[in-house]
């Protein structure tokens, strides 16, 4: 009955979504402001505005926190958002190290402290995953409200059996040769990944692409994000061992693209957390904010709105 209820009010919710939360360009409503944030060894380049409770916003791979205009459009409404890009990327600083999660998790309590939110509702995408569930781990009470969306966790439930999915060969590559390989090609070496993990690859338009494609073009962008996945393996047993002193207690959402992780994105969360809910974005494949920005946003909204 519980999930029965979930759906209904998610799809009621998309009647009422406004058509900001349609795929649009990638200014942030007016009143959201632009700071970099030094903290944790590195600089963060952070967008916030809105009023109310706090919800952090993470990206992930392929894209920046630039993804989820739609979204921040929406949360303003009642919510001071706050989104950063990842240690690395987007205008984020590109520092020599700390790429693993557990790390990245200070990044974000240390933004939270420069711009004074103690806990938020954290909504995170692909990597962002990871470096939320490390935050939940490592900071529980500053934690309200946890949504991951479409990606695995390092070490939680079946990864090992997620890493045998031919289409996952680019956790492994990286390295000196292969940065060589994809410089001056980032656009051909992205496609790849707009292409194969969209249910509909034209929905990933053409200025999103060129947007991506030139931030991640930027001097130690590739860099930093080969570094991303070549900390899964130190990722995972940073959450293996956290696993066996404890479990997230926080409600969680676990909503996978229909067409990509669906329902197993709440069999890893299961693994990991007492209150799970599981969701669906619709006709989506991994691209959730290009695919389907509707939908997404209803099940955020409605999630954090309990």
Do not use: C
């Not at 711009?115 to 900071?139: E, K, P, T, Y």
Request: charged share 20%; net charge neutral.
């Amino acid at each position: 009955m519980r999930r029965l209820a979930f759906l209904l009010s998610a799809l009621a919710a998309l009647l009422v979504v406004p058509a900001a939360a349609s795929a649009q360009g990638f200014d942030f409503p007016a009143g959201f402001s632009q700071r970099e944030i030094v903290t944790n060894g590195t600089t963060i380049h952070v967008r916030s505005g809105g009023t109310g409770p706090a919800v952090v916003l993470l990206h992930g791979y392929g894209e920046t926190g630039d993804m989820w205009v739609p979204l921040a459009a929406e949360l303003a409404r009642d919510h001071t958002v706050v989104v950063p890009d990842l240690r690395g990327l987007g205008l984020s600083a590109k520092p020599a190290g700390g790429f693993d999660k557990k790390t990245q998790a200070l990044d974000v309590s240390g933004v939270m402290d420069a711009l004074g939110v103690q806990q938020a509702d954290v909504v995170a995408h692909d990597i962002g995953n990871m470096v939320a569930f490390q935050f939940a781990a490592q900071f529980p009470a500053r934690v309200r409200r946890l949504v991951l969306i479409d990606a695995p966790v390092p070490g939680v439930g079946p990864w090992e059996e997620i890493l045998k999915n031919p289409l996952l060969w680019h956790f492994r590559f990286g390295g000196p040769d292969m940065e060589r390989l994809v410089a001056g090609r980032e656009r051909i070496y992205l496609d790849r990944f707009w292409n194969e993990f969209s249910a509909t690859p034209a929905r990933f338009s053409e200025g999103a692409r060129q947007h991506y494609a030139a931030l991640y073009a930027l001097p130690g962008a590739m860099h930093s994000g080969f570094a991303q996945f070549a900390a899964f393996d130190q990722d995972a047993v940073d959450n293996r061992a956290w696993l066996a002193t404890g479990r997230l207690k926080m409600p969680v959402l676990a909503l996978g693209g229909e067409k990509s992780f669906g329902a197993t994105m709440a069999a890893v969360m299961r693994a990991a957390a007492d209150n799970v809910t599981q969701g669906i974005v619709p006709d989506s494949g991994h691209w959730i904010m290009e695919e389907n920005p509707r939908a997404t946003t209803a099940l955020v909204r409605d999630f954090l709105a309990r």
